[in-house]
DNA sequence: TAGCCGTGGTT
DNA sequence: TAACCAAGGCT
């Protein structure tokens, strides 16, 4: 554990000022949200931009206002209000967390960060952020927003390395206020400056409330140098092919025949390899009588 | 631990 | 236009 650094309000001071003036109104961030909603937006927003959540996030929490709400229907029903969100596994491991919530934590989400992270699909990054946003508390919160922030304003570097490291967890734990409330809101500042202001392609620096103090834009902005960040096309991919396959499922009132599916990728080893994926990943229940339904 | 897991908007 | 990117997690 990094000592904080004694001048560590020069950052956390502007940030907290700019995010009282400059926070977007989002829904998940409204006084009355509830753990429980806050908890299915992180899920969400996994790796998912917030204008592509906000609808389907509107609707689950009509449908689906409690853990024990959406533990008392079929994880296929999870699956098929996920829409195009993505990553459709996110929808089963929700699922699984409002079953175990209902069953094992008395329809209550959790507040210890420990006990957060044993639930399916949460890792450091969620477990601390609902311990942070839904219950005030005093975690480092490192997404891919405060890790590009932390890494310009601080290391002098365009982007931070492509895996978390125990520097970065140190660093942000540094500048963590010691008040828990005012650390809570610290996380959710230094996020929205990542998602507004400090971005990945084209920086608004002009808006920054902490230019003055930015080692990247000291050092000139230098450009990222090192390995591609990136790869991985999508068109004609195992992915984009399981995608296809559980298009059919969520648009179908019930189970499908196996033409049904067949005719959405042609080639057939792929398809077969992607069908057997999603069957194995719990996305899909093959029936008896041969046909393929969402898993119940 | 590196690779896998969707989808669509932006540059 | 293809590549990049988006509040990660799991194995």
Known sequence: MTAAPPNAARYTEPILGWYDEHARDLPW??????????????????????????????????????????AAEPSGEA??????????????????????ITEQHGGQVP?????????????????????SFAYRQRHAVLDTNVRRVLARLLTGVEYPPKSQTAAEVALAESLLPHDPP??????????????????????????????SSCAWHRAGRPAYDGPPRRGQTYAGTDRQCRGRLLAVLRHADGPVDKPALDVVWSDPVQRE???????????????DDGRYALPS
């Open 111 to 131: 507040s210890s960060y420990d006990v957060l992270r044993a639930l399916p699909g949460i890792g450091a990054y969620t477990a601390a952020a609902v311990a």
């Open 182 to 211: 005012t650390a809570a809101r610290w996380a959710v500042a230094v996020m929205e400056l990542g998602a507004l202001v400090c971005t990945a392609r084209t920086p608004r620096c002009v808006d920054c409330p902490v230019l």
């Open 29 to 70: 961030r409204a006084p009355g949200a509830t753990p429980w909603a806050i908890l299915v937006s992180e899920i969400m927003l996994q790796q998912t931009p917030v204008a592509r959540v906000l609808p389907v996030w509107q609707q689950w929490m009509e449908r689906w206002p409690t853990p024990a709400a959406l």
């Open 79 to 100: 699956v098929r209000a996920w829409g195009r969100l993505g990553y459709p596994r996110r929808a089963l491991r929700l699922h699984a967390c409002a079953v175990a």
């Open 273 to 287: 390899r992607a069908l057997d994926g999603l069957i194995a990943d719990g996305l899909v229940d093959p029936l």
